[in-house]
């Protein structure tokens, strides 16, 4: 019985076939997912940006797919990356802190204990590891080579500046590694997780000179996402070279954004602002992706597991928060696709729980510690279409308020829009069994009812 199970097993793996309406694959794709840390959406130039220097990562874009509503469903370093790897959010897992002293948060701490890697390795992946994982301090024994380090400390070997760079040292290790794979007959998945350009603000001298002299902020931050960019390159370079590229599936992507503490309190993160949870999120297929391809739909961090299942053959489980997006880059409408974005935060130093939905025209923060409690305890609403930076707090627009002198009383108040958003917010928050965001919510609409 087990060796005919063995057996069938076997041969799932060696020739796969999949009727979904796709055609017939009898051989596996390998993934190169390159991860960076508190990467603003709007650091690079194909997402925008004028001033920066991107060239590599602009042209996976533009040779691939490039999604324009990708978001972090948590915008704090373990738990974005506990979603992505259990495929489940935030509330699910459990892990709503960064993580230090432990050795593995997965087996220890979250509450889904089953990740994409036992798929990974259950289809016969050749699996590997490079750079930050923030979630344990040892190897968490899911991969067949372990490079990770968990967080903290330096972007140089040794702490030593202009001597070696970790993200040149891990590039270094990844594309010797790739060569190796190249000679395999299995298929691999790699992570390339970069702990730049999270603080601090560092990178080889060579990579500041766009940006120092000319009235750029933080040109450390900018500098390190060109030699990001450059490493890039010298990856994708790789796959070309040893002939990997046209089976490789290559996915760029960030754990949350940068605020540059522009908002009070806000420590860079921590917080629900469109500055911190936008993330770039670029999907490049040589051959099977069509250039250019720009995706407009509400895509999350927690799609990257069912998307990857998706692509393995594997049945994506129920329970899971995402669902993929490989029928979307395929050229297919999804006529229920999502409307909206549902984030959870807590504030930095744990001041209050909160919970948003943003839409293309509103955004809707709540808050669980009251409506004047402090700057960082009230409820906000925010236009997007007529304020994108999200400066003009409209949630209670007769308020006095002195930092914003007499612009409030000229506004109409918006009583109707926050009831209609926060009704979406509590039933998409009772979808998911989110007791806090169903309360954060019920509280809300008591106290829009009782103005």
């Known amino acids: 019985m087990n060796l005919a199970k063995n057996m069938r097993k076997y041969f799932k793996s060696k020739f796969r076939v999949l009727f979904k309406g796709r055609g017939i694959v009898n051989k596996k794709y390998n993934f190169l997912l390159i991860l960076t840390d508190q990467q603003r959406w709007d650091s690079l130039g194909c997402y925008g940006n004028k001033f920066v220097e991107t060239p590599n990562i602009d042209k996976l874009a533009d040779t691939g797919a490039k999604c324009e509503n990708s978001f972090t469903p948590w915008p704090v370093c373990s738990p974005s990356r506990a979603t992505m790897w259990t495929g489940v959010y935030p509330h699910i897992h459990n892990i709503v802190k960064n993580i230090y002293d432990i050795d593995n948060a997965i087996t220890k701490l979250s509450n889904v204990s089953t990740t994409l890697f036992k798929y990974l390795q259950e289809e016969g992946y050749i699996t590997s590891y490079f750079g930050k994982w923030h979630l344990g301090e040892g190897d968490p024994g899911f991969f067949n080579l372990w490079e990770g380090f968990n967080s903290l400390g330096d972007h140089w070997v040794d702490g030593i500046k202009d001597g070696q760079y970790k993200p040149d040292v891990q590039t270094d290790h990844c594309i010797k590694y790739l060569k190796k794979l190249s000679n395999e007959d299995l298929p691999f998945f790699m992570v390339q997780s970069y702990y730049p350009p999270h603080e601090p603000y560092t990178a080889p001298n060579e990579f500041y000179k766009p940006y120092r002299g000319k009235g750029v902020p933080f040109p450390g931050y900018y500098a390190a996402v060109s030699n990001i960019d450059y490493n890039v390159g010298r990856i994708l370079d790789t796959l070309d070279e040893t002939g990997l590229r046209d089976n490789t599936i290559v996915i760029y992507f960030s754990d949350h954004g940068e605020t540059f503490c522009f908002r009070e309190d806000d420590h860079n993160k921590f917080i629900c602002y469109d500055e911190a949870i936008r993330v770039p999120f670029i999907i490049n297929w040589k051959g099977h992706i069509k250039p250019g391809l720009i995706l407009n739909n509400y895509i999350g961090l927690e799609d990257l597991m069912p998307t990857i299942l998706d692509y393995l053959g594997c049945e994506v489980p129920k329970r899971l928060s995402g669902r993929s997006i490989r029928p979307l880059l395929e050229g297919q409408e999804i006529s229920d696709w999502r409307t909206f974005y ?105 106290y829009i009812e009782k103005k």
Request: hydrophobic share 30%.
């Open 342 to 446: 549902y984030v959870e935060n807590i504030t930095y130093n744990n001041h209050y729980e909160q919970r948003s939905i943003r839409t293309k025209e509103w955004k809707l923060i709540l808050s669980d510690g009251g409506q004047h409690a402090c700057r960082m305890g009230p409820h906000f609403l925010y236009n997007l279409i007529e304020d994108p930076e999200e400066d003009l707090d409209l949630f209670d627009t007769d308020r006095e308020d002195f930092r914003y002198e007499d612009r409030l009383k000229n506004l109409p108040r918006y009583d109707d829009t926050i009831k209609e958003l926060t009704y979406m917010l509590r039933e998409y928050a009772n979808k998911i069994d989110d007791v806090k965001g169903v309360i954060m919510a019920e509280n809300v609409l008591k």
